[in-house]
T-cell receptor
Framework: KNQVEQSPQSLIILEGKNCTLQ??????????LRWYKQDTGRGPVSLTI?????NTKSNGRYTATLDADTKQSSLHITASQLSDSASYIC???????????FGKGTSLLVTP | DVKVTQSSRYLVKRTGEKVFLECVQD?????MFWYRQDPGLGLRLIYF???????EKGDIPEGYSVSREKKERFSLILESASTNQTSMYLC??????????FGDGTRLSIL
């Protein structure tokens, strides 16, 4: 069964600090992995996409890594800002069909 | 910029009512999706459509139906609303090799 597990479930950090969110998956055959950011009361917005051959991809202060061998991804946030407070969702696509496999998200709170 | 618009941000209905949730996208995307999002469960796919008048069941279609009469519009219908359908409903659309673009959701309460 295709599964996507995220950790931690929630995280509180001080403004300016770095943090790393984890995503482990069992989706097969793997097509791509995306990280989405969902602000409270809004829909998710795509941050990065990783395909099988990519190890690292950055989007501003967000850096995603992918280890396709161990089926793990991480999202590193550098110099956090209050606006980074949101839920971060890992989404993995299989090669077949349209359906996506969603993690349950990590809720990040950045405090002053 | 892709825009996915859901007709209502908040909706309150009564048990047994027929409820319509509307979604419109402006990017001529073939694929459209309806999800519900519940605390601790994440996003779960209800139905999706890959073309006009075409629909496919997702993981939790029971109690729901959909309609896609025009390419830009995808409607979710709760035939007889029940309290366990209280949730956040998210619509999304996507084109080839693109991420899913989500609307801002409809928070539906069934009393």
């Amino acid at each position: 069964k295709n599964q996507v597990e995220q950790s931690p479930q929630s995280l509180i950090i001080l403004e300016g600090k770095n943090c790393t969110l984890q995503c482990n998956y069992t989706v097969s055959p793997f097509s791509n992995l995306r990280w989405y950011k969902q602000d409270t009361g809004r829909g998710p917005v795509s941050l990065t996409i990783m395909t099988f051959s990519e190890n690292t991809k950055s989007n501003g202060r967000y850096t995603a890594t992918l280890d396709a061998d161990t089926k793990q991804s991480s999202l590193h946030i550098t110099a956090s800002q209050l606006s980074d407070s949101a839920s971060y969702i890992c989404v993995v696509s299989a090669n077949s069909g349209y359906a996506l496999n969603f993690g349950k998200g990590t809720s990040l709170l950045v405090t002053p | 910029d892709v825009k996915v618009t859901q007709s209502s941000r908040y909706l309150v209905k009564r048990t047994g009512e027929k409820v319509f949730l509307e979604c419109v996208q402006d990017m001529d995307h073939e694929n459209m999706f309806w999800y519900r999002q519940d605390p601790g469960l994440g996003l779960r796919l209800i139905y999706f459509s890959y073309d006009v008048k075409m629909k496919e069941k997702g993981d939790i279609p029971e109690g729901y139906s959909v309609s896609r009469e025009k390419k830009e519009r995808f409607s979710l219908i709760l035939e007889s609303a029940s309290t366990n359908q209280t949730s956040m409903y998210l619509c999304a659309s996507t084109g080839l090799y693109q991420p899913q673009h989500f609307g801002d959701g409809t928070r539906l309460s069934i009393l």
